[in-house]
């Protein structure tokens, strides 16, 4: 008696597009890894899983058989692995560098320079963190010698940055509500846009709108007997304290968590 193997099963695009959709979402969602670098490549990876599921969908919508060729390669010699990285490098090299060697080797090059810098910065932050360094008194440093009160931060902005950013951000946040809930505090409070300038530098139209009356102008205008007085307290103050104007805010409304801003993490150009 002979026996027929059974047929190879072979994945379908509406298959792989399910197993990229689970990738994506576990990079998403917490526990996220401390570790900067684990960090950088869990992220990288749910964007290209992303960036690869669109692009197989759109494939597949038009062209059924060429998708399933993608998905079958995908699949690779090494199956769950993925696919040969030897064959695939040979096909970046005919088809995307258009058989220029001097291409890959600059792509070489550069994925070795940026593995050296991810290298030294893992190492700076290993360092940092294994031998338990706190800063003191950070917060009063980071406002540095600003006189102000609070720390505004747009929502706008926090909503644009990474995810992997946003998670420990926030859990830092519950956890100051929670040190603090016993202590009272404002209900609300009225943030304005705007910028703050010399009282001496400032038109008579610009200290009103600051709500800083002026007296004592010679005919040149501010001089050495103008006096400055605040309108909201009476209290006198001298050419050298701020007014502040109210301007239209720059950054975008956050409409309901839809408005993104590009952040430039490396902090280029």
Same mark, same amino acid.
């Given at each position: +008696? ?16 399910? @197993? ?6 576990? !990079? %998403?969602?917490?526990? #996220? ?5 684990? +960090?950088?490549?869990? !992220?990288?990876?749910?964007s290209? !899983?992303?960036?690869?599921? &669109?692009? %197989? ?27 040969? *990285? ?5 096909? %970046?090299? &005919? ?6 060697? /001097? ?6 090059q550069?994925?070795? /320079? ?11 932050w ?17 406002f540095?010698? +600003?006189?102000?009160?609070? #720390?505004? #931060? ?6 644009? +940055? ?14 100051? @509500? ?28 610009e ?12 005919? %040149? ?27 239209? @805010? *720059?950054? *975008?409304?956050?409409?309901?968590? /839809?408005?993104?801003?590009?952040? /430039? ?5």
């Open positions: +008696m002979t026996t027929t193997p059974e047929a190879e099963t072979v994945q379908t695009p509406e298959q792989l597009l399910t @197993d990229l959709g689970e990738l994506h979402m576990r !990079a %998403l969602v917490s526990p #996220l890894p401390k570790h900067p670098a684990a +960090m950088g490549w869990q !992220a990288t990876t749910g290209m !899983a992303a960036g690869f599921a &669109r692009a %197989l969908h759109a494939l597949n919508e038009v062209d059924s058989a060429r998708a399933q060729e993608i998905v079958t390669w995908f699949q690779g010699p090494f199956e769950d692995e993925g696919p040969d *990285p030897e064959e695939h490098t040979d096909w %970046l090299e &005919r088809v995307v560098a258009k058989g220029d060697l /001097r291409v890959m080797e600059q792509w070489v550069d994925g070795r /320079r940026l593995a050296e810098e991810s290298k030294a910065n893992t190492e700076a290993e360092k940092k963190n294994q031998a338990g360094e706190v800063e003191r008194d950070a917060i009063h440093k980071y540095g010698l +600003m006189y102000a009160n609070y #720390l505004v #931060l747009p929502r706008t902005l926090l909503q644009s +940055m990474p995810d992997v950013w946003q998670t420990p951000f926030v859990a830092l946040l519950k956890t100051l @509500d929670e040190a603090f809930a016993h202590v009272p505090q404002a209900e609300a409070y009225k943030v304005t846009a705007g910028k703050e300038n010399l009282l001496r530098d400032m038109t008579v139209s200290l009103h709108t600051a709500g800083v009356e002026v007296s004592g102008d010679d005919e %040149l205008g501010h001089g050495p007997d103008t006096v400055y007085t605040s309108s909201e307290t009476g209290e006198e103050l001298d050419g050298d304290s701020y007014g502040f104007m109210p301007r239209k @805010d *720059p950054v *975008p409304h956050y409409n309901r968590g /839809r408005t993104r801003v590009e952040p /430039r993490l490396g902090g280029g150009e």
